[in-house]
């Protein structure tokens, strides 16, 4: 291979500071754009017959989920082969975690195990927070709870900046199972500081802890879906999340489909270009109607399929590649 295939071409000037990715929360819109530059040169790398740059040749990266997962899981380990770093997946409930081993001692096994990134995924908010006060490695969270998932907020964000290269002043609206949603929290950080007004639409009892404090950046809320998708150039609707839902939050399913369901005629009030984002899995026939979710306005298919780009993006920055 020619050696200027074998490094991802970013044209940028430098601005990464992250040793770690725990939230969007401390990024700006500087390096939110370096992530799309970076994701671009990976996306030349995946058009490529062999995807395949030995950038992280000699690099270990451990992904420790405690949680199931499909996309986030396999997207690392993709974006980690392609750039040729080592990757082992830990699977918590087969491991020494299923005999009583703490976080704090699985990761310190890690660590001495060689680990130079480790993606966790775990189902209490603050869990890679406490890790990256343990260890050495850079810590990418990939889902803690009901807190944060930036990795997918970027990865919606670079699908969303494909479309629309000028991000700023877009309507983008969130529907659905907000409290319980890490995804729409990253959303809201990464949406807001790329200029995105946003609004949110769910019954009252699934509305984010933290709203009008300093939690979350502001935003606008609207319970009556019709209004809140007028002019919308963005879409998320978001997984009604049975496992974590506490009983009373809402009425009943029916209901929820009957007033919260992203059907096309109430995608019709949204922009005729606005784009419909699902991060995963989806309950169709539940917050998105089949032919929402398979029409031609949805991006689903290209959120999942930008994950892996953006995932190499991430990986690379926080081996300090783009200084190089
Ligand atoms: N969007 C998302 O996090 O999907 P997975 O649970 O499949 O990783």
Same mark, same amino acid.
């Given at each position: 291979m020619r050696a200027t295939q074998t490094k991802p071409k970013v044209e940028t000037t430098p601005t990464w500071r992250h040793?770690?990715?725990?939230?969007?929360?401390?990024?700006?819109r500087e390096e939110i754009e370096l992530v799309f530059q970076t994701t671009r040169a990976m996306k030349e790398i995946l058009s490529r017959p062999i995807k395949r740059v030995p950038t992280l040749r000699g690099k270990t990266i451990v992904t420790l989920f405690y949680e199931p997962s499909t996309r986030t899981r396999l997207s690392f380990e993709l974006a980690a082969k392609y750039l040729s770093a080592d990757v082992v997946n830990l699977n918590a409930s087969v491991s020494s975690v299923a005999k009583g081993e703490s976080l704090i001692d699985t990761l310190g096994t890690l660590q001495a195990l060689g680990a130079d990134i480790i993606v966790i995924r775990h189902p209490h908010s603050g869990a890679p927070y406490i890790a990256a006060r343990h260890i050495e490695a850079s810590i990418v969270n990939a889902g803690d709870g009901w807190h944060a998932h930036p990795t997918q907020a970027l990865l919606d964000l670079y699908t969303l900046y494909e479309h629309k290269?000028? &991000?700023?002043?877009l309507k983008a609206v969130i529907i659905g199972d907000?409290?319980?949603?890490r995804v729409a929290r990253s959303n809201i950080w990464g949406l807001t500081t790329m200029g995105i007004g946003v609004t949110l639409c769910c019954p009252p009892t699934l509305l984010p802890i933290g &709203?009008?404090?300093?939690q979350l950046p502001p935003v606008k809320i609207e319970p009556n879906i019709e209004l809140a998708l007028d002019g919308a150039d963005m879409v998320m609707t978001l997984r009604l999340q049975l496992e974590r839902q506490k009983s009373g939050l809402l009425p009943s399913i029916r209901e929820y489909i009957n007033l919260y369901q992203l059907t096309e005629a109430r995608l019709a009030r949204a922009k005729p270009d606005a784009l419909v984002f699902h991060p995963g899995p989806v309950n169709e026939g539940v917050e998105i109607s089949p032919t929402v979710a398979h029409?031609?306005?949805?991006?689903i298919k290209e959120q999942v399929a930008n994950g892996v780009a953006v995932r190499m993006a991430l990986l690379y920055l926080l081996t300090g590649g783009h200084k190089q």
């Open positions: 040793h770690h990715i725990l939230d969007l929360d401390d990024f700006t290269a000028n &991000l700023n002043g907000i409290m319980h949603s &709203l009008g404090e300093e029409g031609p306005q949805s991006v």
